[in-house]
């Protein structure tokens, strides 16, 4: 016999915000199993408003809204039984997000958190990222998103530390991130992995995620950094109206997509890792583990 349960996360991000729902199939004497069920991503680039005037616009408050009534809509129709909404970094920098996570909450029923970067590694930290880590193995977690980064350090099998910085995608197109905050990483990187031999990299975020799927590898090879490195220069030779044409991005990856690569090549290089693995993953799969194992 098994039991189903249906859990749903909200991730508000810098560059997009989605709804994650998730049939969680338990089944005395095997491993619960978390099977996805549907995924809605909406392209709202909060990170603009945020890092660049400091507050979320009024158009994008209102389109904050209606996403959010779709989302618990949603959640009604595939009778969701439990849910966790988290806004991570332009929430967190902008200075009516509290008064906007007030407005959802009276308007569309949804309670939001503001989380700090911390807590968002300890999030993503929940997913399944256990079972890609080996524990004779040491790898470098690096989530790349619209407004910070997430850095883990795993070494047998567990995490030895983490540290969020605020570089992001939009950020970067924004020229908002100074040459000291990437001293600050390549310092913090360097000095992390000093004790270690060998650096294996793990990436997330929906930029890794779409340049895996354009490298038409399987999913459990790896990334080289000469192909990264290689797909950085294309990418670069290409204009944003190419990159939606010729290579089928969406328009609010188009450009993201190259700020984030360069992340994950600095990362590489800095660690001196080689290989790098895309696991699906990322912090609304952490959520739902999150909430399901009793760790928020």
């Known amino acids: 016999m098994i039991t189903i349960k249906k859990y749903a996360a909200i991730d508000i991000g810098s560059n997009a915000m989605r709804l994650l729902i998730t049939n969680i199939v338990e089944q005395e004497g095997k491993e619960t199993q978390f099977n996805k069920s549907a995924l809605i991503r909406v392209p709202i ?25 779709a989302f618990r ?9 439990r849910y966790k909404a988290c806004a991570t970094s332009a929430m967190r920098d902008s200075k009516n997000g509290l008064e906007i996570t007030q407005i959802i909450k009276e308007k569309a029923s949804i ?14 930290a929940s997913s399944d990222l256990h079972t890609f880590i080996a524990s004779d193995r040491t790898y470098l977690y690096v989530d790349v998103g ?27 197109i924004n020229d908002m991130v100074p040459e000291s905050t990437w001293s600050e990483i390549e310092t913090w990187i360097k ?15 929906g930029n890794i995620n779409k340049l895996f799927k354009l490298s ?7 990334l080289s950094y000469l192909y990264l490195n290689s797909q950085y220069q ?47 993953i990322g912090l609304s799969d952490g959520i739902v583990k999150a909430m399901y194992y009793g760790k928020i």
Do not use: H
């Open 191 to 205: 000095e992390t992995c000093a004790p270690y031999e060998e650096i294996i990299l793990i990436g997330s975020g």
């Open 73 to 81: 809509l949603l959640m009604k129709v595939y009778k969701v039984e």
């Open 111 to 124: 309670d939001i958190e503001i989380i700090d970067g911390k807590t968002e590694a300890a999030i993503i």
């Open 234 to 280: 294309y990418l670069n030779s290409l204009t944003y109206e190419q990159r939606i044409a010729e290579l089928g991005l969406n328009t609010d990856r188009a450009d993201v997509i190259i700020p984030a690569t360069r992340i994950y090549l600095n990362a590489m290089k800095w660690s001196g890792a080689r290989q790098l693995f895309v696991p699906k």
């Open 146 to 172: 619209g407004g910070s980064t997430e850095f883990s350090l795993f070494s047998e099998g567990k995490m030895v530390t983490s540290k969020s910085f605020r570089n992001g995608t939009v950020r970067l």
């Open 216 to 222: 038409g590898k399987l999913q459990d090879k790896p």
């Open 45 to 69: 680039r909060l990170g603009q408003d945020a890092f660049t005037s400091g507050i979320i616009s009024e158009e994008n408050k209102t389109r904050m809204v209606d996403a959010m009534e």
